[in-house]
């Protein structure tokens, strides 16, 4: 059972504007732990588009996160069909003493 | 180009065990901690162990300690995973992936190879 809660799901049209939440709690993204985010495709590596809670590496800036209090949230503008695929969320939790990811959101391209 | 590859995927039967290798190219393999991921059938990512770059104490995720065990070469560039008394549950596709960042708490993984399967079924 993940400590990270993402929704199962979400949806937008080419160009619109889609955000994915990711809760967590006082021993993980609470405690002020770093969250990075994940795109993956089924049968291919994931990939990380976002580290230390809002930094991209190098993808485009039509990706964004922000991070507050024991949540944080990816945001995905002028959504684009190679957007469709699936994201998690990242964290450090104090009490597991480990990584822990978000139970993951597909992102569909309607 | 930074890479990954993992290999030694296969089919084993429930008890059984298996030796995963991640053979990394492209940067200082010996600098950087690094991790082991998977992913079951229809699941979610899900972490399983990491280590540090010189070596030392390892972490691991509670569904697979005291079964798993990981290792690395640094002469030989090479992460290993050590899969012990395999169950059902154990099915997945492993990745390995490199870590970064400052704080070992607030490391992101920042390169992955494309994944080693392994099916425990008898």
């Known amino acids: 059972q993940s400590l990270l809660t993402q929704p199962p799901s979400v949806s937008g049209a080419p160009g619109q504007r889609v955000t994915i939440s990711c809760s967590g709690s006082?021993?993980?993204?609470?405690?002020?732990?770093?969250v990075h985010w994940y795109q993956h495709l089924p049968g291919t590596a994931p990939k990380l588009i976002i580290y230390g809670n809002n930094n991209r590496p190098g993808v485009p800036d039509r990706f964004s996160a922000s991070k507050s209090g024991t949540s944080a949230s990816l945001a995905i503008t002028g959504l684009q069909a190679e957007d469709e695929a699936d994201y998690y969320c990242q964290s450090y939790d104090s009490r597991l003493d480990g990584f822990v990811f978000g139970t993951g959101t597909k992102v569909t391209v309607l | 180009e930074v890479q990954l590859l993992e290999s030694g995927g296969g089919l084993v039967q429930p008890g059984g065990s298996l030796r995963l290798s991640c053979a990394a190219s492209g940067f200082t393999f010996r600098s950087f901690a690094m991790t082991w991921v998977r992913q079951a059938p229809g699941k979610g990512l899900e972490w399983v162990s990491f280590?540090?770059?010189?070596?030392?104490?390892?972490f691991y995720a509670d569904s697979v300690k005291g079964r798993f065990i990981i290792s690395r070469d640094n002469a030989e560039n090479t992460l290993y995973l050590q899969l012990n008394n395999l169950g059902v549950e154990d099915t997945a596709v492993y990745y390995c992936a490199k870590l970064e960042g400052m704080e070992s708490y607030n490391y992101a993984m920042d390169v992955w190879g494309q994944g080693t399967t392994v099916t425990v079924s008898s």
């Open positions: 006082a021993s993980n993204i609470g405690a002020g732990y770093d």
């Open positions: 280590m540090f770059g010189p070596g030392g104490a390892p």
